[in-house]
């Protein structure tokens, strides 16, 4: 929800991130401005953005937990392997 617009600054309240409550975002003086509802959506778009670069953190340890798990995974599978033709074989 957007709290209010002026010339110089826009605040945007409730996010609807776990990690952001309040996003101040300043509008750039000079040039030509766009209208006050489409201010509002590009706002909202820039925080949604920002949402998903805080994920970032939980991204990596999610891949480096699946590195770890492929990792046992084939240790597992060589061992069974190595088994079976020692089985096989011996």
């Not at 996003?23 to 509802?37: I, M, T, W």
Request: proline share 3%; with cysteine; charged share 20%.
């Amino acid at each position: 929800m957007i709290k209010g617009v002026n010339r110089q600054m826009i605040e945007v309240t409730h996010t609807g991130s776990p990690y952001f409550e309040r996003a101040f975002l300043v509008v750039r003086s000079g040039g030509e401005v766009p209208p006050a509802d489409s201010l509002h959506r590009l706002a909202e778009k820039v925080v949604q953005q920002a949402d998903t670069y805080a994920g970032l953190k939980q991204q990596r340890r999610r891949q480096w937990l699946q590195r770890i798990g492929y990792g046992l995974a084939c240790a597992g599978s060589g061992a069974g392997l190595y088994w079976l033709v020692q089985m096989v074989m011996g």
